[in-house]
Nanobody
């Protein structure tokens, strides 16, 4: 079974930074998948945050996070990362990683990110 486990979330003050990690398992060839980060705020649908190409050479970001967030990956470690800077209240959400689909059966527990003063 293919799984992803998100970690690194927590409580930070406005303007702070946080680095999220996504550890994948059960992928025979992890590098064949375009990976992405998604988030879901209370009462809202999941939304796209960022994606990264198979080799990590290309990235894409939602307009709301462009210039503040950076997605990266390490295929040898089967991991994806999201560096978040200049965080604001609007970034409060549960953050998930998934393939670019995204794949419905791959949604994990996510990691909670809360920005509060």
């Amino acid at each position: 079974v293919q799984l992803v486990v998100e970690s690194g979330g927590g409580l930070v003050q406005p303007g702070g930074s946080l680095r999220l990690s996504c550890a994948a398992s059960g992928f025979t060839l992890f590098s064949s998948y375009i990976m992405g980060w998604f988030r879901q705020a209370p009462g809202k649908e999941r939304e796209f945050v960022a994606s990264i190409s198979r080799s990590g050479g290309s990235t894409d970001y939602a307009d709301s996070v462009k210039g503040r967030f950076t997605i990266s990956r390490d295929n040898a470690k089967k991991s994806v990362y999201l560096q978040m800077n200049s965080l604001g209240a609007e970034d409060t959400a549960v953050y998930y990683c998934n393939t670019n689909g995204p794949r419905r059966d791959l949604w994990g527990q996510g990691t909670q990110v809360t920005i509060s003063s």
